[in-house]
């Protein structure tokens, strides 16, 4: 008898991924810290350390570890206003995306989003990029109950394409989010929009680190991934 084919997906974080907009994320953060009496929160920090994470998260990460549910989630929604009309007319998609899309997609690589960013923010940048059509399905904060670094966007993402996490390659820029990969088992491209490449480092489930997708051919990223398998046998 023989087996059916594995289904073999990528899940891409969007934030600093398929845009590089991290730093307008960032900019709005600040202000609303700033608001609310948090002075001289360097952009960078939020970047390093809570970039991926769901906004009441970073809100208790930042400001308050005991902020309520409901406040937490008005604030989020107040940065998040802030943010889409500090960054209209400045998010553009990542270099070589959409050809590397459409290669995945001939090759019958399944696609998904496994973001950070609640409804609102995810469809303003996928519409504004051009990219929805190209995506099978698409996870963001507000369908998991534990954002990044735990692992739930990323597996139910998986559970979504009907792949196995095994066979499931991350994009991710953000070291929550590369833990968070590793948590549901999967392998990552990390890409150099938030991070360096040496932030990487420590990271066993690194398959490759990519400035932009101009650098990498979709298919060839699943033969290194049965190769670095087949190396730990």
């Not at 970039?51 to 107040?78: C, N, Q, W």
């Not at 889409?84 to 019958?108: C, D, W, Y």
């Amino acid at each position: 008898m023989t087996l059916p084919a594995r289904r073999q997906a990528f899940i891409f974080d969007m934030d600093g991924v398929l845009t590089d907009n991290m730093r307008f994320h960032a900019e709005s953060w600040v202000e609303l810290f700033r608001d609310y009496g948090l002075e001289g929160l360097d952009p960078e920090r939020y970047l390093v350390e809570t970039a991926g994470m769901k906004g009441p998260d970073v809100l208790r990460y930042f400001l308050d570890p005991d902020i309520s549910d409901p406040d937490a989630e008005r604030l989020t929604e107040l940065k998040d206003f802030l943010y889409r009309v500090n960054s209209r007319g400045r998010i553009t998609a990542m270099p070589g995306l959409h050809p590397f899309l459409e290669k995945a997609r001939q090759a019958g690589i399944l696609l998904g989003v496994g973001t950070g960013s609640g409804a609102k923010n995810t469809a303003y940048v996928l519409d504004l990029i051009g990219v929805s059509h190209f995506f099978q399905a698409v996870v963001g904060s507000h369908q998991v109950k534990e954002g990044k670094p735990a692992p739930d966007i990323f597996l139910r993402a998986a559970e979504l394409l009907g792949a196995d996490p095994a066979d499931c390659i991350v994009f991710e820029d953000a070291i929550p989010g590369i833990e968070a990969a590793a948590r549901a088992g999967m392998n990552c491209v990390a890409v150099t929009t938030t991070n360096s490449g040496e932030a990487f480092a420590p990271y066993s489930n690194i398959l490759d680190v990519i400035d932009d997708f101009l650098q990498v051919n979709p298919v060839s990223l699943f033969d290194r991934l049965h190769e670095s398998r087949t190396a730990t046998l």
